[in-house]
Nanobody, 121 residues
Framework: QVQLVEYGGRQVQAGGSLRLSCSAS????????MGWFRQKPGKEREYVAS????????FYQGSVRGRFTISRDNPKNTIYLQMNSLEPEDTAVYYC??????????????WGQGTQVTVSS
């Protein structure tokens, strides 16, 4: 089993930026496609972005494309989400998870605690 820990979320003004991190332990992620997901207040969890095991072919949900960048550092067993031009609609708890069906479906076995991002207008 893999343990996932997300961190870096905080309150930020609209138009601002921040970088989220997801670190894993218990299993290497070097051969695993990974994704970011988020849960907005009162809503179901939704797909945000994903990246294949070697770091190529990033993929994004339409509303974040051009604003967010997903990346990974396999030696550190960590994935990142750089978030620019943040909007109030980005307010959510953000999670990482392995991708089960490329590019949008999480494996859904092990979820971390998530990290809260709050964007104020």
């Amino acid at each position: 089993q893999v343990q996932l820990v997300e961190y870096g979320g905080r309150q930020v003004q609209a138009g601002g930026s921040l970088r989220l991190s997801c670190s894993a332990s218990g299993r290497t992620l070097s051969a695993i496609h990974m994704g970011w997901f988020r849960q907005k207040p009162g809503k179901e969890r939704e797909y945000v972005a994903s990246i294949v095991a070697n770091g190529d072919y990033p993929f994004y949900q339409g509303s974040v494309r051009g604003r967010f960048t997903i990346s990974r550092d396999n030696p550190k067993n960590t994935i990142y989400l750089q978030m620019n031009s943040l909007e109030p609609e980005d307010t959510a708890v953000y999670y990482c998870n392995p991708v089960s069906i490329w590019p949008t479906t999480p494996k859904n076995d092990y979820w971390g605690q998530g990290t809260q991002v709050t964007v104020s207008s």
